[in-house]
């Protein structure tokens, strides 16, 4: 980029460095730089001269600064104001000379006939020769770079004498009048400023003379030479002035800096009498450049008359001066007027020493007067200011006042060729004692000054002055960190000079300091992000639009410069990063017009989406056999029964379900491949933009191939393989495993070429990062792999038959049977040396893994029950070998047991885990699976429709037939109290007759046949409980621990129940057995299962079997009759009393409820009924322990046996039951015997 223009430019002298012999660019641009970084010469250091004018001596404080550069370009465009700004002029021409043949004197007349414009010509040699010490021929090697730099200014003020020399006589005309219509005019968007008539410019035009006869200014010999009488005529005057101007602008390059500052102030007050504008503002601007670098110097000086007269004092004053002790700022003089007219009209007027003023607000009030009077000039057809040398102005002051924003005082920096607005480390003061430079002006100060420039019509000025401008105001917006101010400047400028033809000199120019504009303005808008790679990126908010319009403007500069690689470059990154902003016709053009045409220039080049590979898997082929799977032998085996519960009662846990309470973390799967087995690898890939995508290469990494190839020519047979627009796509591959694995391999990319491009590798990309992702490590997307495991050859056993007919069974519930089975190894060289045999029926497979979260305590006990049965003990092999040989069979026998076998136990599968163990201590195996499955019908034999548990009496004992016989005593002899008898009706539902004989405790009943779909009860006198047996405090069993089961919900008093209703059928199902034998010809034998049949036990039956229990309430019930007539009342009283072992509220009702039963069939009656009738309700309130029982009156209309019982809360039964029998009366049986 262009470098920024520093306000001491005009007092540079402008050297041209030309490469002489062989140079490499790198060897050349080094020497450039090492002459750039000395481009300052003091004139004490230069050797005297005999021209007085320029003599160093004069003034042994200057200095001389080179301005060195490689081009002349830039004087070629502003031939026109070469008399005008004499520093924009090429002075100086150096050859810098390597291995070079010829003589330095052929050499050096070579330069100057091919530059004859310089005035100074001189030769440096670099390659070491030994040269003669011939006048500007000089060499690095033998004196330093200071020195000659010293010698090349010594040169270049002789010459200076000798063009001044000629210079003088020569007319000065103003740009306008050179160049004419070719050159720009300030155009202003405003109205240019008027001139205002002050005192100080009054009392100037009405007394010239006096002005420049000032003490302060010392006019030289030259000045007093073109001394003019006072009867010359204007133009006279006017020519004088700007001769006096170009001599200051001479002693400016000369570093006579005191003679330039009196040359300017001379030259500036007269042509400020005559209202020459253009040459005024100019003699100025030189003016302001003297004050700065005398201040630079430090040497003391006086401010020119001129500028206390055009300007405020109290603009530029210094309000610290006078804390300061100085010699007085200000003294009077008294100057005679030449004229005796004028000697009464004698003035005075203020000297104004250096020190006292402020010397950066001095220049900014200067620039301003600059400005206005290049503006009132624009009124002249010829003597007007151009455009480009406004617009320079207000550049140069604009960027030293940012310099004094970073700096405490003038340093050498401000002279270097760029600047980067270091901040200075100097004290808070300067050197004379006044306050820092950083106080004057702010960035906003700076900016205001640098926005005139859009008050111009910029588009007027021709392409290399608009580059110019731009670039540098481009650099000052950077360098005060206005970062949105800097791209929109370089912006401006790319779209100025898109539609211009655009020359290779001009593209020169804006790389001049070796900066790309357009990687500039590419930063500068954060195009350079990366959201393809980079997740914070890809999360932050951008101005898509606008850096989509930057990137094709990017675009359209390099194909307009022919620059293909930046042309494709730009082109990759606008389809990468914003293809969802682009139009398909748009993608189009870039692809087939950009992108497409240079694929083959670049060698290097890789497709630019970094997520084609979306997924990548090996699967095995359908038809294949089945691949053994690493077993660990140890954490199979049982070490204690909670595992083997675990492994019972959660039947899904070697199938892949886990308990819901006991989820494992998820590891990550490995695909386990035979040795020389084929497969299919499926690849998805994927496409974003908006035009077709073509695979033509796809292969794997060098470290993968040694596992895993391609099967013969398929990929290319697949390929080339066309992905569609916005689309993503799998192709399929056969592959093949060539070498066995160690450990699991893993394949982490792939190599695959787009559009005919070399391969590339192209990770694994699953899922796209969040921001707020825990795991995020600032990546764009989760790279994903495919692991598998390569491993021998394996035994392979399949099932070859079983003795069942097509595998399926019939069997009656309750009985046993026995089968075959016959496995073979077919490998011909691995023996099956580990063998693991499990079973799993339908019973356990139909059930969700978190069945017992929903159960109640006793519910749960019978579903494990019935689980721990069916895993234990229905099927069971038998004679198990503990190997199968390589190409053998074996026979095993498997007994089925079907008990205690659920009606809903219709299949089940023998499963075999098989491998061959390396070693017998082996802690690991590879395993295969073999599933044997079966089915099995269940017919029903022996059921169980009904059981009842009723109280005893002496009459039913006495009566009954159908009793079990006690071994050892008469059933006669059972006390009726703790008693009770258990009804159990057994149906035979088979075809055939069968033998039943029931069982409980000691009683048993005789062997009784029970014909073929007929049912018989059995009625079996069992003993109460005894009331020491707490049965409410003992918790039902849990067969598998380690489970946190949540809170049932239960009080206490239904868990007790609960309890209570368990334990008793519990006590019932372990005490009653029943075996059957059926009358055929194979003398089917079974047992009968109550558990299924028997249902929970209700309160009633509980209150049976368990008499004198530890309950809150007692209900005494007793009974007027035992024995009633038809028609006669019998009367029943309850009383109810409370424990003392229970603390209830004496006081509060309790609900008594009365229950009447058929003692024949042990049912109850429902309130309305036709046999009994009653006056009332059956159910009343009632208050513990008062005097007054509850009375139920009962009027019989059916003769019968009656038992009642009392219940109180739904709860609690009385202990003794009443019963009473009603009859007819005889009178009523002899008429129906009539």
């Known amino acids: 980029m262009a470098q920024e223009l520093p306000l001491v430019d005009p007092a540079k002298i402008r050297t041209l460095l030309v490469p002489i012999g062989q140079w490499t660019r790198s060897n050349f641009t080094e020497k450039v730089e090492a002459l750039q970084e000395r481009f300052e010469a003091r004139l004490v250091d230069i050797t005297p001269i005999e021209d007085s004018h320029f003599n160093p001596q004069g003034f042994p404080q200057g200095r001389l600064f080179f301005d060195f550069h490689t081009s002349l370009f830039e004087a070629e465009q502003s031939l026109f104001l070469h008399d005008f700004e004499l520093y924009r002029k090429t002075f100086v021409v150096i050859g810098l000379v390597n291995a070079e043949a010829q003589k330095p004197e052929i050499v050096l007349d070579r330069l100057q006939k091919r530059y004859p414009d310089p005035i100074s010509h001189n030769l440096l040699y670099f390659d070491g020769k030994q040269l003669s010490q011939d006048r500007n021929i000089y060499c690095a090697s033998t004196t330093n770079l200071e020195t000659i730099v010293c010698d090349i200014g010594r040169d270049f003020l002789e010459a200076l004498g000798r063009y001044y020399t000629s210079y003088k006589h020569v007319t000065l005309r103003s740009p306008g009048a050179i160049g004419g219509t070719s050159i720009t005019k300030t155009s202003l968007m405003r109205q240019p400023s008027v001139a205002i008539s002050t005192s100080a410019s009054a009392r100037v035009t009405s007394n010239p003379i006096e002005s420049t006869v000032s003490n302060s200014i010392k ?6 030479s073109l001394a003019l009488n006072s009867s010359a005529s204007s133009d006279q005057h006017r020519a004088k002035a700007r001769q006096t101007k170009i001599l200051g602008n001479f002693k400016l390059l000369a570093g006579q800096y005191l003679d330039s500052l009196n040359s300017f102030a001379e030259a500036a007050t007269t042509l400020h009498k005559y209202h020459d504008y253009i040459w005024l503002g100019s003699a100025l601007e030189g003016l302001a450049l003297s004050v700065v670098l005398l201040t630079y110097l430090r040497v003391s000086f006086q401010i020119p008359s001129i500028i206390s007269a055009i300007c405020s004092v109290k603009d530029f004053e210094n309000s610290s001066a006078s804390a300061v002790p100085q010699r007085n700022s200000v003294s009077s003089a008294t100057i005679q007027s030449p004229r005796n007219s004028l000697s009464s009209k004698s003035s005075r007027f203020n000297v104004i020493e250096s020190h006292t003023v402020a010397i950066p607000l001095l220049i900014k009030c200067i620039s301003d007067k600059v400005l206005h009077y290049y503006e009132m000039s624009t009124s002249h057809n010829t003597e007007y200011a151009p455009q480009i040398v406004y617009c320079e102005h207000i550049l140069r002051i604009a960027r030293f006042m940012a310099y004094c924003h970073s700096h405490n005082e003038l340093e050498r920096d401000l002279f270097k060729p760029s600047y980067f607005c270091e901040p200075s480390k100097a004290s808070g003061l300067s050197l004379n004692g006044t306050c820092s430079f950083k106080e004057y002006f702010s960035k906003m100060d700076v900016c205001l000054t640098a926005n005139r420039l859009f008050e111009l019509q910029l588009k007027e000025m021709n392409i290399f002055s608009q580059i110019k401008v731009y670039t540098s105001l481009a650099v000052l917006y950077r360098n005060l960190g206005f970062k949105r101010k800097y791209a929109f400047i370089l912006r401006i400028l790319l779209v100025s000079l898109l539609p211009r033809n655009v020359s290779d000199s001009v593209v020169s120019v804006l790389d001049s300091d ?63 990063k914003y293809s969802h902003a682009l139009t398909r016709s748009e993608q189009l053009n870039l692809f087939r017009n ?119 020519d398929s990929v290319r047979r697949e390929l080339p393989f066309i992905v569609k627009p916005n689309s993503m796509a799998s192709v399929h591959f ?7 694995t160690d450990a699991a391999h893993e394949i982490t990319e792939l190599q695959v070429g787009v559009f005919g491009l070399p391969p590339t590798l192209f990770p694994i990309v699953t899922a796209e990062k969040s921001k707020n992702d825990s795991a995020s490590s600032g990546k764009r997307a989760k790279s994903g792999l495919f692991k598998f495991h390569v491993i021998n050859e394996q035994p392979q056993i399949e099932f070859v038959s079983s003795t069942l007919d097509e595998n399926c069974i019939m069997m009656l519930d309750g009985t046993k049977q026995t089968f075959d089975i016959v496995l073979r190894n077919q490998s011909l060289g691995k023996p099956a040396n580990y063998l693991e045999f499990t079973h799993v029926t339908n019973v356990e497979s139909d059930m969700s893994a978190d069945y017992w979260k929903k159960l109640a305590p006793d519910d749960l006990f019978d579903v494990e029950k019935q689980l721990e049965w069916t895993q234990k003990k229905c099927i069971k092999i038998r004679n198990l070998p503990k190997e199968i040989p390589a190409n053998s069979s074996v026979t095993l026998t498997v007994d089925i047991d079907a008990s205690q076998a659920p009606f809903q136990f219709t299949k089940f599968e023998i499963n075999l885990m098989y491998g061959c163990k390396t070693e017998e201590s082996s802690s690991s195996v590879y395993a295969k699976s073999l599933s044997m499955p079966f089915n099995i019908s269940l017919r029903r034999s022996l059921e169980v429709p009904s059981l009842e548990v009723m109280p005893a009496s002496k009459e039913l004992l006495e009566t009954e037939g159908s009793f079990l016989q006690h071994s050892h005593s008469s059933i006669q002899t059972l006390d009726t109290n703790s008693s009770a008898l258990l009804l159990i009706d057994i149906r035979n539902s088979w075809d055939e007759n069968a033998t039943v004989s029931v069982h409980f405790r000691d009683f048993h009943s005789n062997a009784e046949t029970l014909c073929s779909h007929s049912t018989k009860r059995f009625v079996i006198p069992i003993t109460n409980i005894h009331p020491s047996v707490n049965w409410g405090a003992k918790e039902i069993p849990k067969l ?164 009642v019982g009392c219940c109180i809360n739904s709860l609690y039964f009385n202990d003794q039951p009443q019963y009473f029998r009603v009859e007819r009366p005889i009178s009523s049986i002899l008429e129906e015997v009539q």
């Not at 056969?734 to 066995?740: A, G, L, M, Q, R």
């Not at 309160?1099 to 009974?1119: E, M, N």
């Not at 008594?1152 to 009653?1174: C, D, K, M, Q, V």
């Open 734 to 740: 056969p592959v093949i495993f060539t070498k066995k």
């Open 514 to 576: 070796h900066h790309d504009i357009l990687l500039t303005l590419i930063q500068a808008y954060r195009i350079d992000r990366q959201p393809e790679t980079l997740i914070n990126d890809a999360a932050s908010c951008t101005w898509v639009t606008i850096q989509k319009n930057i990137l094709m403007l990017a675009i359209n500069m390099s194909a307009k410069t022919q620059n293909k690689q930046k042309v494709r470059e730009f082109s990759l990154m606008l389809l990468q």
């Open 594 to 712: 950009n992108i497409l045409p240079n694929i083959n220039d670049q060698r290097n080049f890789s497709y630019w989406d970094p997520f084609l590979l979306r997924r990548l898997n090996i699967i095995q082929l359908e038809n294949h056999r089945e691949v053994p799977r690493k077993r660990h032998i140890a954490s199979q085996k049982p070490k204690n029964s909670t595992q083997r519960h675990s492994q019972v009662f959660n039947p899904f846990k070697d199938l892949g379900v886990r308990d819901l309470t006991d989820k494992s973390k998820n590891q990550d799967m490995v695909a386990e491949f035979l040795l020389g087995e084929s497969a299919e690898l499926v690849v998805v890939l994927q496409n974003p933009f908006k035009f077709d995508l073509e695979i033509t290469q796809l292969s794997f990494n060098k470290c993968d191939e040694d596992f895993v190839k391609f099967l013969g």
């Open 219 to 224: 006019r030289s010999a030259s000045l007093k």
């Open 1040 to 1203: 598998v621990g380690g489970r946190q089961f949540v809170s049932s919900g239960l009080t206490r008093d239904q868990l007790i129940a609960m309890r209570r209703s368990f334990w008793c059928r519990e006590m019932l199902i372990e005490s009653l057995k029943c075996d059957w034998k059926f009358h055929n010809t194979t003398k089917t034998r079974g047992t009968v299962h109550f558990r299924q049949f028997l249902d929970k036990i209700d309160p009633r039956t509980v209150d049976i079997l368990c008499q004198h229990r530890d309950v809150p309430y007692h209900v005494t019930l007793s009974s007027s009759k035992a024995k009633v007539l038809l028609g006669e009342s019998v009367r029943l009283e309850a009383k109810v009393s409370t424990s003392e072992t229970h603390i209830t509220d004496e006081h509060g009702l309790v609900r008594l409820e009365f229950i009447i039963y058929n003692r024949r069939t042990g049912l109850a009656l429902p309130s309305s009924n036709t046999r009994l009738l009653y006056n009332g309700q059956l159910s009343c309130l009632t208050s513990p322990n008062k005097d007054n029982p509850a009375v139920l009156s009962i009027t019989p209309i059916d003769p019968g046996d009656y038992e």
